[in-house]
């Protein structure tokens, strides 16, 4: 059940962080290995997280109780599922001068399934 909400949990993050990197370099010559150093720890993830969990939204979550239990969601006419957030991770990044695509995002959002290791 919850693979879609985490899916989308971490597109939603992924588009955030980007943002937070170009709010934060947008004016100065700060390289992103500077950015990860002097300008992202701990509290700023805690915070993207709270940010990017309070836009999860009833729909997403619908979508995937839906799947569970049917009876207990209510049906909607013209449900689509989830929002395409990838093209949105994509623009933010040739904003930032970066080449990026689809496929760059979407193995990025993969690699975050998995496991951690020192």
């Known amino acids: 059940m919850d693979q879609q909400v985490i899916s989308n949990f971490k597109k939603l993050f992924t588009k955030h962080l980007f943002k937070r990197y170009f709010e ?3 004016n100065t010559n700060l390289t992103l290995r500077e950015f990860w150093k002097n300008h992202y720890n701990i509290v700023i993830c805690l915070k993207l997280i709270d940010i ?49 695509d689809e496929a760059d995002v979407a193995n990025l959002i993969e690699e975050y399934a998995e496991e951690l290791t020192t």
């Open 24 to 26: 934060v370099t947008e």
């Open 52 to 100: 990017v969990w309070q836009g999860v939204t009833k729909r997403t979550l619908n979508s995937t109780w839906r799947r569970l239990w049917p009876e207990g969601v209510l049906k909607r006419e013209g449900f689509e599922g989830f929002e395409p957030i990838e093209e949105e991770i994509v623009s933010i990044g040739c904003s930032m001068g970066l080449e990026v």
